[in-house]
């Protein structure tokens, strides 16, 4: 039986390093696994290769961003000011 109710995916760290650090761990993997929208096409199928690389599934769009999360809203703003 897996206690995880309050730190949810890093309950895998059983009786170590403290409450604290497991909350964060749990907060930023629930944000690096999730699916994000893709600055291209606009679609929710941006997943997380590696640290700070993205892959959009609808378009085939590889690209740079966070390491955790792929900085969709500063790609959209640069976008934007570019075609302005």
Known sequence: MA?????????????RYGLKIKKKVRDIEKI??????CPFCSKFTVKR???GIWFCKACKAKFAGRA????????AEIKE???V
């Open 68 to 75: 955790y999360e792929p900085g969709v809203k500063k790609l």
């Open 32 to 37: 690096q696994k999730g699916k994000h929208k």
């Open 3 to 15: 206690r995880t109710k309050k730190v949810g995916s890093s309950g895998r760290f059983g009786a």
């Open 81 to 83: 000011a570019k075609s």
């Open 49 to 51: 290769l590696a640290s």
